[in-house]
């Protein structure tokens, strides 16, 4: 079975502290994601990385940064936590490589809180 | 700007009645358009996926009707079931070419209710 794994199920970081969300596949897979969800909103694709190294921006990259050093392992950095960070995030990863329309797996969610 | 639209943002539904959620899309170079289910707790998973050369899915219970002139597309659920109740997100990926071909585009979900 495909696994992505988040590291963490619940954070609580205080405004203003740098957060780091570690995710890890183990599909050999060479696009991972980050997406936040909220309610109404869905999932909002923050970054994208289609290899080691290699990032796009998505649709809300503001306050965050990301670090993909080896291929089954994808970072995403809050910089300095805000209260509007507040949210649940989902790492995704799937193949790639020529490979399209195919299924993306999906770790089970950091409920991140900022206070 | 969201390039998926999703509707309605929720739903409630009679045991064996059918549910139906809508999605419509704007950008031309989407050319595969899943749908995830997502249950309380969990990541969302892959429930069923189309591509434009075809107007209609079905699996089990579960069919996607595509309109590509209008841009749209619709998930139903026959017989709805209890064990149904989550949300679904449709979402739109690109065709092949260019690093942007992995990147999944969401709508903004709906929460299924079915009632017993």
């Known amino acids: 079975d495909v696994k992505v794994t988040q590291s963490s199920r619940y954070l609580v970081k205080r405004t203003g502290e740098k957060v780091f969300l570690e995710c890890v596949q183990d599909?050999?897979?060479?696009?991972m994601f980050w997406y936040r969800q909220d309610p109404g909103l869905g999932l909002r694709l923050i970054y994208f990385?289609?290899?080691?190294?290699?990032?796009e921006k998505g649709d809300i990259p503001e306050g965050y940064s990301v670090s993909r050093e080896k291929k089954e392992r994808f970072s995403l950095i809050l910089e300095s936590a805000s209260t509007n960070q507040t949210s649940m995030y989902l790492c995704?990863?799937?193949?790639?490589?020529?490979?399209?329309?195919?299924?993306?797996?999906f770790g089970q969610g950091t409920r991140l809180t900022v206070v | 700007q969201q390039q998926v639209k999703q509707s309605p943002q929720s739903l409630i539904v009679q045991k064996g009645g059918i549910s139906i959620i809508n999605c419509a899309y704007e950008?031309?170079?989407?050319?595969?358009f899943p749908w995830y289910q997502q249950f309380p707790g969990k990541g969302p998973a892959l429930l069923i996926a189309i591509r434009p050369d075809v107007s209609e899915k079905k699996e089990g219970r579960f069919t996607i009707s595509f309109n590509k002139s209008a841009k749209q597309f619709s998930l139903h659920i026959m017989d709805s079931q209890p064990g149904d109740s989550a949300t679904y997100f449709c979402?739109?990926?690109?065709?092949?070419?260019?690093?942007?071909?992995?990147?999944?585009?969401f709508g903004q979900g709906t929460i299924l209710t079915v009632h017993p």
């Open positions: 995704a990863s799937r193949p790639g490589q020529g490979r399209f329309r195919t299924e993306a797996f």
């Open positions: 950008n031309t170079a989407f050319d595969y």
């Open positions: 990385s289609y290899d080691v190294k290699m990032k």
């Open positions: 599909m050999d897979h060479e696009n």
């Open positions: 979402a739109a990926s690109y065709r092949a070419g260019g690093t942007s071909y992995g990147k999944l585009t």
